[in-house]
């Protein structure tokens, strides 16, 4: 029996409005799943009570995140973006990690599960710390003090204070401040020492304490750092940064034993 051409054609619109059917469900799914740049605000804000808006626009603009965009404009994070952004909050947070260092982590793989990792063994068998500053020449990146304030949730005032007691000193530009971007995380921290009462004046100690430790460094390397041989200086500079990431994790190590003398 010969089937009608109208039935193969009614099939053949049924079949191709089950498959249109199911992709919009898959994309419905999909959308479902999102989350707008305010839901993922509010999903990190009691790990990250200073999380904003503006501080996740940031981290895009930094090429750390790039979540989807609908046809209107619209953000929207997937599940994986919110995990990478928790991975870059903690290493910010937890690892005290510059912009450009926690960029090269993710791209080497960094798990969003992965604990901190103050140090690995090297070939030489000498422990290879991982650097949680960098001594070279900054990204370049400067931010006006407008840009500082929303961002950090800082008060001029305290900026003000920072500047008089020589924490941060900006670079004036066609008669407006701006500040790098270890300048701008000295701000932020600063900012969230301040929501507990500490001032401008009360950073002495940890001014004085960052002068004599690289006073010290500055000791060790001296001779290979003024050397004129290139990879001589470029390992000078590698020892450098090695050698201030693991004076930082002893003065951490340090501070969380005096810390639980306080608690017991």
Known sequence: MTVPA??????????ELAEQDHAERVELGKRHKSLTIGAVCKALAQEFPDISISKIRYLEDQKLLTPRRTP???????????????????????????????????AAGRSPEAPPVPGRVGRDGARAWRPS??????????????????????????????????????????GVRYF????????AAVAELARYGVGGRNLRVFRSSADREANLLQQI??????????????????????????????KHLLLIRDLRKIVR
């Not at 290979?224 to 200086?233: F, V």
């Open 180 to 187: 790098d971007e270890t300048e701008r995380e000295i701000i």
């Open 6 to 15: 109208t039935s193969a054609n009614d099939e053949q619109i049924e079949l």
């Open 221 to 250: 390397l001296a001779p290979a750092l003024r050397s004129r041989n290139p990879e001589r200086r470029k390992e000078a500079v590698d020892a450098l940064e090695n050698l201030a990431a693991v004076a930082t994790h002893l």
């Open 133 to 174: 500053v960098s001594v070279r020449q900054a990204t370049g990146a400067l931010y006006s003090l407008d840009d500082v304030l929303e961002e950090t949730k800082a008060e001029a005032k305290l900026v003000r204070e920072l500047e008089e007691f020589g924490v941060v000193k900006g670079e004036m530009r066609g």
């Open 72 to 106: 209107g404009g619209y953000r929207l994070y997937t599940q994986g973006d919110v995990a990478r952004l928790r991975t870059i909050l903690r290493m910010q947070r937890d690892e005290f990690l510059p912009l450009r260092v926690i960029r090269q982590e993710l």
